[in-house]
């Protein structure tokens, strides 16, 4: 019996597997393997064939030294802030500040972080048919 791709697999649809054997040599067909990408459910916020994303992301802290030697921090771009801002007083030695970090690069280690937003996931092929 032959198999009827149009069928099982009509133009657009995705053929997953962890074997790396593109699907035209198992069913036929014309296939586009999609890379490095999620796949996400269309719906009423993700249109059909949108796509977006990053694989990280940058936090940029409101902290700083200012021009005279003091610590701020500004609380303006907090939720709820009733202030601008707050400032304390840069010392020589290490001390330990507000944030439980130490010493003169607190403004280095604080001022952003590139971070992975990747969830847990399983690598596999994944392929689309074009025609």
């Not at 030697?69 to 304390?88: M, P, V």
């Amino acid at each position: 019996m032959k198999l009827n791709i149009d069928f099982i697999y009509p133009v657009g649809s995705i053929y997953m597997s962890t074997n790396s054997t593109n699907p035209n040599v198992l069913f036929g067909g014309s296939w586009e393997q999609i890379k490095d990408t999620f796949l996400l459910a269309c719906g009423n916020t993700y249109a059909n064939g949108s796509t977006g994303g990053s694989r990280t992301a940058t936090i940029n802290y409101p902290i700083g030294w200012t021009s005279d030697g003091r610590l701020s921090i500004n609380q303006s771009r907090f939720s709820g802030a009733t202030s601008s801002s707050n400032t304390w007083t840069r010392r020589t030695t290490a001390e330990n500040y507000a944030t439980g970090m130490t010493g003169s690069s607190i403004s280095e280690q604080l001022k952003s972080d590139t971070i992975s937003i990747m969830p847990p996931y399983l690598a596999v092929y994944v392929w689309k048919r074009t025609a």
